[in-house]
């Protein structure tokens, strides 16, 4: 690996922050050997010549660029070519490791020394497949977290007039209710599906039914818990009398 200057890259990476779109900034870190580079370098998203360098040369310094809205980049020596640099996209922190299923990692490539030239190669090359990347990887996080965060049944209660009656505070299960006929109430969580027409009214639950599970929500029928009529009060049962016993 050839002994790269650190200024040099330092120097780059200062106007590559000045060129790219959007703003940006940038932090340069030099590692000691005793430095662990699996964790210095756990976020950088490649799994090619990027990924290749890393395993194969000591890291001595690298530079994170990071733009205003979060997006961060990996500028590092290349490890064959003086007049060359390697830069690769970085893993969004703090993100579910299953977000990541099914997505492709937006590989890094290879820059020239020219940061006008390098602006364009990472402008055209690089960010492009790093946003979508990272498009599917946010939207499969919330998912992700929408799923845990609502509960597994939903349950509809019969009412003693024949509707069911539901309450949610999950969007998407509200929307569903709305769309196959349940009447918003005005407290703001309760939903009602009237029982006038018992058919239409078994056509919606088994559409909504269907709707729900795809979002991982199975529905249970119950009927209210039956009260006592107005003006009553229960009976105690009767108690036998007590009788004394007198001893001699």
Known sequence: ??????????????ILAQLLPGAWTREF??????DDQHFLTSDVWDMNQVAEALASHTLKHDVILTRNDGLRLFLMD???????FLVASMAPA?????????????DG????????????????????????????????????????AKPDTLVLTWTETGDLSTTTEEPDVAEILARNGFVHEPDG???????????????????????LTALGVSLALRHAPQRAPLGTVPVAAP??????????
Request: proline residues 7%; hydrophobic residues 30%.
């Open 29 to 34: 870190r030099q590692h000691t050997a005793h």
């Open 78 to 84: 290349h490890p064959r070519h003086d007049e060359e």
């Open 189 to 211: 969580t309760a939903y009602t599906l009237s029982g006038d027409d018992t058919a239409e009214q078994a056509r919606s639950v088994r559409t909504a039914g269907a709707q």
């Open 109 to 148: 490539i290879a820059i020239p020394a020219d940061p006008e030239q390098a602006t364009e190669a990472i402008t055209t090359g690089l960010l492009p497949r790093y946003e979508s990347a990272l498009a599917q990887v946010q939207d499969n996080a919330a998912r992700i977290t929408r799923s845990s």
């Open 239 to 248: 108690h036998a009398p007590t009788r004394t016993v007198r001893s001699r």
């Open 1 to 14: 690996m050839p002994d790269h200057d650190p200024e040099e890259l330092d120097s780059f990476a200062t």
């Open 94 to 106: 703090n993100t579910h490791a299953e977000a990541f299923r099914g997505v492709r990692e937006p």
